[in-house]
């Protein structure tokens, strides 16, 4: 069936610093969504992308789709403690179609 | 506006025991989704309901049942639960994209 791994599983950084997770799929996907999950928290929706190579950008915030819409990247640019949490992915083979998601990267920011 | 409500927020249960889990949503969506959390292995889709009166398995539906009892509210039963079962589970609802879900409920089965 469908997978989607992300990595990495973990990620310490000093405020300030950059912060990249990636997202694979075993599939195709029609779109792909992230969530951001505070520590005690639900998942929140961020952000969807539908087409092939399509970059996002949220203030400090850059979503990507690749060209084969078989992969994504987050990318936070000089991470703030309101940063911290843990981050998924979550494909959708097809619009409307059960969405599965990836385990996750936590990440922790040392002011 | 509540958006997804879920209950209760924690439970403690025995082995063989039975309960069920609550959700509804007032914004009108149509889809409906039962997801359960555990460390390391990100959300897990047990069951779903893409629109009144239907259900459908998810990737771990084993011991478990759901019941989506109107447009609002989607129920997930455990008949007879089991140490496996610990996990935090979470309810969502969509519409076009982008899940809203409940707080969750942290249930730990002993």
């Known amino acids: 069936g469908q997978q989607v791994m992300q990595i990495p599983q973990y990620q310490h950084v000093q405020e300030g610093e950059d912060f990249t997770t990636y997202c694979n799929s075993s599939?195709?996907?029609?779109?792909i969504q992230w969530y951001k999950q505070r520590p005690g928290g639900h998942p929140v929706f961020l952000i969807q992308?539908?087409?092939?190579?399509e970059v996002k950008k949220q203030k400090r915030l850059t979503f990507q789709f690749g060209e084969a819409k078989k992969n994504s990247s987050l990318h936070i640019t000089a991470t703030q403690t309101t940063d911290v949490g843990t981050y998924f992915c979550?494909?959708?083979?097809?619009?409307?179609?059960?969405?599965?998601f990836g385990q996750g990267t936590e990440l922790s920011v040392k002011p | 506006n509540a958006g997804v409500t879920q209950t209760p927020k924690f439970q403690v249960l025995k082995t063989g025991q039975s309960m069920t889990l609550q959700c509804a949503q007032d914004m009108n969506h149509n889809s409906m989704y039962w997801y359960r959390q555990d460390p390391g292995m990100g959300l897990r889709l047990i069951y779903y309901s893409a629109s009144e009166g239907t259900t459908d398995k998810g990737e771990v539906p084993n011991g478990y049942n759901v019941s989506r009892l109107n447009k609002r509210e989607f129920s997930l039963r455990l008949e007879s639960a089991a140490p496996s079962q610990t996990s935090v589970y979470f309810c969502a609802s969509s519409q076009n994209y982008g899940y809203t879900f409940g707080s969750g409920t942290r249930l730990t089965v002993v």
């Open positions: 599939t195709t996907l029609s779109n």
């Open positions: 979550a494909g959708q083979a097809d619009q409307g179609g059960k969405l599965i």
């Open positions: 992308l539908v087409k092939s190579g």
